[in-house]
């Protein structure tokens, strides 16, 4: 996994959205997504489980993104893959070369 991917291997595309934050009438922060940049990525499902949230059942999915290496991507950003929402819980660059980017994300399913 530390080569460089072949060509057409990060073939989906994706958007990176950063986190804005704006205080309501109340005080509270509402946080919304902004776009940051467009990317071409290669997305794998890892897992998949059901649990009761709020009295409900919901689906997480965890996906391993691969994309060229940014220096600006957080866990607190997400990713959009078509009609998809992934919140990225890590970032790593897995050769330390700064070539590859590694997200480890999360996509809820209700």
């Not at 990176?16 to 997504?33: F, L, N």
């Not at 902004?34 to 689906?59: D, S």
């Not at 990225?88 to 999360?106: F, G, K, Q």
Request: aromatic letters at 4%; glycine letters at 4%.
């Amino acid at each position: 996994m530390s080569a460089l991917p072949a060509v057409g291997e990060l073939r989906v595309r994706a958007i990176i959205e950063a986190p804005v934050d704006t205080p309501d009438d109340s005080g509270a922060m509402t946080r919304t997504y902004a776009p940051l940049a467009n990317v071409w990525a290669h997305v794998t499902a890892l897992t998949g489980e059901a649990h009761f949230v709020a009295a409900r059942q919901e689906q997480s999915l965890t996906h391993l993104v691969r994309m060229r290496w940014r220096a600006d991507v957080t866990s607190e950003m997400r990713l959009v893959v078509g009609s998809r929402k992934l919140l990225i819980h890590s970032v790593y660059d897995p050769d330390e070369r700064r070539r590859l980017l590694m997200c480890r994300c999360e996509e809820i399913k209700s």
